[in-house]
């Protein structure tokens, strides 16, 4: 695996890194509180932590659900919990218009799903300089991502990862492949696991999105097991209150026993390998 850089972080392989925080930036107390405790229980287990929260949730199911502060104060709110944090912070693009504010703040920028086939916005993204994540397409097969890697290639930035959200499987429904991971390896750069979209069932409560959230720590260890090398959570005091993606968020007070069995897990593949 290629080592990249994102912010203070060296990434290669060696150990887990993870991307977690709220869904959506719903306040900077409640949205520094939990960074402040993934943060605390990262150090704790020695893994490599990037936060993560949106600026705007573009693709909301209803046009009155919220979306988030925006990008100008969104990008405050992100700044600030950089410097109080000391840690990489990374948050959704989703228009080329927001590549040159984002990248002034975001260590890392990441390419939503539904977008990742948008060569101006993925090309963009990457020349830029900054890290860039792409999320996997729910349409797409993980064969098809080495296309999405070359667009960026094309702007010589060696700091890229791709991230495995599942993949439609009939309506409202997702599935996760675990064969995508080791096609994905192969490219050479971090395979993400993002174990929280991954259990969405999309559109499936009418206006809103639903989820299983039940479900996130066993296809987070399978994934541990296929030999991922990192993870992307959304995490939250209390998911029913989450202003998004509250069915399918993780529990704040879950994250340490997820993480000990991944971090177990991955000694052994790692090991193995």
């Not at 405790?37 to 704790?44: Q, S």
């Not at 932590?49 to 990008?71: E, M, Q, T």
């Not at 080329?96 to 939503?112: C, R, Y």
């Not at 959304?234 to 209150?241: I, S, Y």
């Amino acid at each position: 695996m290629k080592t990249i850089q994102v912010g203070n972080l060296t990434i290669d392989g060696s150990r887990l890194f993870l991307i977690a925080g709220p869904c959506v930036i719903e306040g900077y107390d409640r949205t520094l509180m939990i960074g402040r405790e993934v943060k605390r229980i990262c150090e704790k287990l020695g893994v490599q932590y990037i936060f993560k929260a949106s600026f705007d949730k573009a693709n909301r199911s209803s046009y009155h659900s919220f979306r988030g502060p925006g990008l100008e104060e969104g990008l405050r709110v992100l700044k600030s919990i950089k410097k109080e944090l000391d840690v990489p912070v990374l948050s959704d693009v989703h228009d080329v218009t927001q590549l040159e504010k984002a990248a002034e703040v975001l260590d890392m920028l990441q390419i939503p799903a539904f977008l990742c086939r948008q060569t101006d916005l993925v090309y963009g993204a990457a020349m830029t300089g900054k890290p860039v994540n792409v999320k996997k397409g729910q349409f797409m097969a993980p064969e098809d991502m080495k296309n999405v890697l070359n667009k960026m290639e094309e702007a010589h930035n060696p700091n890229l990862a791709v991230t495995e959200r599942g993949v439609s499987f009939g309506y409202h429904n997702l599935v996760v492949d675990m064969r995508s991971f080791p096609i994905m390896r192969k490219f050479g750069y971090p395979v993400i696991y993002d174990a929280t979209h991954s259990v969405q069932l999309p559109g499936a409560m009418g206006t809103v999105t639903g989820g299983q959230r039940d479900m996130i720590p066993y296809l987070a260890r399978a994934a541990a097991a296929s030999g991922v090398d990192g993870f992307f959570m959304e995490v939250h005091d209390n998911p029913p209150e989450g202003l998004s993606d509250s069915t399918n968020m993780l529990y704040l007070s879950s994250l340490e026993g997820l993480l000990k069995d991944l971090i177990k897990i991955n000694e052994i593949v790692k090991h193995d390998k």
